[in-house]
DNA sequence: GTATACTGTAATGTCAACAGTTACAACCGA
DNA sequence: TCGGTTGTAACTGTTGACATTACAGTATAC
């Protein structure tokens, strides 16, 4: 079982209000049409991601904008606002109590398991928002250089 | 969204097995006694890990056991067992190419989430059945010491 | 050789999460 | 006030996990 499209949809939708806020209103459908996602879902997102103080949206008047500057937002930042902060493993509900190893192996993996948590959220904080603008711009120059 | 409970028990499983092999036959049934959950699920995750040379399982008379030595056995190898190849995250489907963001977010986001799963992998790695076992017998020996 | 115990696997049912969609109330600027 | 937008609730289809039943295949004991 993976994880669900929420971190790649929000990554996208984070990287065209940054690139493309300068030219378009950033609206929920102008997103969507980017995505290739339902208007609905964008709002949804972006409502977990204004939740987590990642961007401002105008009720109304309509648009998206990043609340704070793309070199203080990671990935981790992105994934915490879509995906809660639940681990990622899930331990299994019933051990025998009765049995040596029912009774230690939450213990004892959760013990694991948790470090590959923690080893997984460090690497996903270390790629920030600037870092994914600067190479997406960097493959749009590549594409008109040849 | 979370993994399943697969590793979880997958470990529970090999655990039972290395502890446990030499006072009792360990059986599906057996199995599926300490670990709660139902025969037929230890017999699919035995499965797995004999596909995956982790174990070798005796049809007729009963029984699993380690194929080898614990000390060479990770939770990797068992999480790649049970929960196959992929990566932990998905890309959304439909990223409009004709969108400069939507035309490279693949590329520049499937990179730094590589990078993610890399490290996951490698704490997995991190940690063999014989450091759980060790562990394991080490609260057990708490248990009566007090 | 037959009974017994166990594995391997298919089929089915239940449940939860994701994602797409429709609908509509609330909000704001012209 | 009107038009465009956000914020949510509700409904649906799909997918995967897990539990369970059923049964064919296999190996040992007698």
Redesign the pocket.
Known sequence: ?RY???LSVATHILLCIALLGGEH?T???FLAGSVG?????V??V??QL?AAGIVS????????SLAREPERISLLDVFRAVEGQEGLF?LHDNPNPECPVGRNVHAVLGKSLAAVDDAMEAQLAATTLRELMDATSEREAMRYRG
Do not use: I
């Open positions: 079982m669900s499209t929420r209103k609206t929920s459908a996602v339902n208007p609905v879902v709002r949804n972006l409502g204004k949206v105008e009720p109304g008047v309509g648009g998206a899930r």
